[in-house]
């Protein structure tokens, strides 16, 4: 009997690892958006659930007070940042999503002109060591929902081996993150057929579950 085919888990990993160090760069650029008239009230903070996306990703490592608040500590005084915290959770899929990785970086706190955050936090994913833009960052708006989201997919060289590290980002008065979501289909895809139609609905999943009321 011919053995079942082995998933690519230990791929997906590695590339979620080096898509760790690109999304964290996310924090430093939704801290560097430009001035506005003033700051928003604060509303709503972010959450680090032990599961997302409707339980299909559950919490594998949560890197919100190393490297995120290491990143905020050197964004702290920025004209336009108040109160911020880091956020930064890894994911393992569970069940049908067996062998997916999914990676949450972002902030919450009161930032001003938080729609040009979505752009910058893609240009700070961009400028991670061994990341390369294979798909131009481009608006999304999930069907049903008011809230656009700007996605990309970068590819990660490690080991000799080109990896794709789709992600799509949200911003808004209180929160900002971007989401990678990494899977055994669209890790190798060539990355003009990735659907990050799909990945823009699993992130503001994410942004539903991820973002609650204060208090």
Known sequence: MTPPAKRSTGKVLAVVGAGVGALVLVIAGFAMVGDGAGFPEAKYRLRVPDQLAGGTFTLSTDQSDTAGRRVVEQNRNRSNVRNPTAVVGGYMGQGEQDGSRLVVSGMYGQFKNPAAARS????????????TV???????TPSGSDTTLRCQVLTSERDGTRSNVPMCAWGDANTGAAVGLVTDENVNQDPQDVDLAQVARTTLQVRKEMRVPIG
């Not at 910058?120 to 990341?131: I, L, P, R, S, Y």
């Not at 294979?134 to 999304?140: K, L, T």
Request: a negative charge; glycine letters at 10%.
């Open 134 to 140: 294979a798909v131009p960052a481009r608006d999304i």
């Open 120 to 131: 910058d936090m893609m240009e700070g994913a961009a400028e991670a060591e061994g990341a």
